[in-house]
């Protein structure tokens, strides 16, 4: 079982009932006694992740207005990726993000000023997407909100949509992290939990054959520094940071490589 449904306090157990049903996905009273696959647990406004195997890691939270994302927007680290993306004076492409996850580079994309699809095929991520827009559009942080006025989240798998009216496709697929950083390893240890086998949508390879094929300008592939690309075809340009490239396909509209 990859995923349950539980709840953050005894008072939440119908709200918990609700959206297990909605996802349908399991509700799980007491995960105590779990020790595999991950538990969505559902709170007040901000619900959370739990690896449920050893070692329990912490809580995996979608913030758009945590200390983490606005360290990145501060320390620039979008540039690299606006630069990928094709983000210029004020030309601020609008972007389909295949591989949403946690939102973090769409929430960066979004804070360049760009219109972000924010695609998602895992149930329990896409729960915490939508939860973490509604919240966002009502922070304190004008920017946060300006930002999440400019994010749309959807379900599904991507290579089920026929992307029309955007510039950019963006994929991240996953891979091993190099970072040292234990946050950035506890949330990708508990996403890669959470595909174990709830992953019945487009490996990556697959995911790029579509993006190829639909009408954008770009497609953008996030990889590790120095990882072969994703498919045989050279892209256009890369952007290399420390620890990850974003390769860059040019491709005229409606070109079918
Ligand atoms: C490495 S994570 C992306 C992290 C994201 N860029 C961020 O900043 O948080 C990859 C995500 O893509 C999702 N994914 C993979 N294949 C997909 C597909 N075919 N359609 C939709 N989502 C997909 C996975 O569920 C996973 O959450």
Known sequence: MSCVVTAASW???PSAKV?????????????????????????????????????????????????????????????????????KDNLCPRV???TAGLGRDAFVMADLGCFVALSEASRPLNYLLREAVARALISSNIKVVQAANRMQVMTGDSAHHEVEGFDVIYIDPMFPERSKSAAVKKDLATIQALQSDDCDYADAESLLAWAYRQAVDR???????????????????????????????????SAVV
């Open 219 to 253: 497609v953008v592939v996030k990889r590790p520094a120095k990882a072969r690309p994703l498919s045989a075809a050279k892209p256009s340009h890369s952007i290399v940071g420390k620890t990850v490239r974003f390769d860059v396909i040019v491709k005229p509209k």
């Open 19 to 87: 959206v297990a049903k909605t996802l349908a996905l399991p509700f799980v009273e007491d995960i105590d006694a779990l020790d595999s696959g991950v538990a969505l647990v559902v709170d007040i406004d901000c619900s959370w992740l739990q690896r449920l195997q050893a070692p329990r890691l912490g809580p995996v939270h979608v913030d758009f207005a945590s200390a983490d994302m606005l360290h990145r927007r501060k320390a620039g680290h979008n540039e690299p990726l606006g630069r990928a993306i094709g983000v």
């Open 96 to 98: 389909f993000d295949a």
């Open 11 to 13: 008072s939440l157990l």
